[in-house]
């Protein structure tokens, strides 16, 4: 009987060490699960900001490319309207340089010079204050009218 008792007693003190012992262990999981979910939720914060500049990027390069967009229609009125002026009825350029040579020159570096300031708006060059209070045909650049002086209304 002693010994029935001591194998009951015994498998009794096991069943509490392996309780304990198991307690333990839920427990140590139970801190790294916690440090886990404290990691994800950090992780998650983080993507979502990242998530917020990429769509604000995102926004910016809509804008951007709409504004390119809007220049390069512009900038290609005023290619065809350049075209239109020098493609006029039996004009030839080359006949009139050599009838008119200093005329000619004259009216070529003063166009040159124009069209430079229009590259240059183009890059990105901010308009001087003539430029933006011109209104007069007198004022304007003619090379690139709509780029160069946004005040400008051609009548």
Excluded: H, W
Aim: proline content about 3%; aromatic content about 4%; glycine content about 4%.
């Amino acid at each position: 009987m002693l010994g029935l008792r001591l194998f009951f007693i015994g498998i009794l003190a096991s069943a509490v060490i392996g309780a304990g012992v198991y307690v333990m262990k839920l427990r140590s999981d139970n801190a790294i699960l916690k440090a886990n979910a404290v990691k994800m939720e950090s992780a998650i914060a983080d993507q979502k900001t990242l998530i917020e500049n990429q769509k604000k990027d995102f926004t910016e390069i809509l804008n951007a490319n709409k504004k390119m967009n809007e220049l390069v229609s512009v900038l290609k009125k005023d290619l065809e309207d350049l075209d239109k002026r020098f493609n006029k009825k039996n004009r030839d350029v080359g006949k009139l340089a050599i009838a008119k040579t200093k005329s000619i020159e004259r009216i070529t570096n003063g166009a040159s010079a124009l069209a430079t300031r229009c590259i240059e708006i183009a890059s990105g060059s901010p308009l001087t204050e003539a430029e933006k209070n011109a209104t007069k045909k007198s004022e304007i650049n003619s090379e690139c009218p709509s780029i160069a002086n946004p005040n400008y209304v051609p009548y």
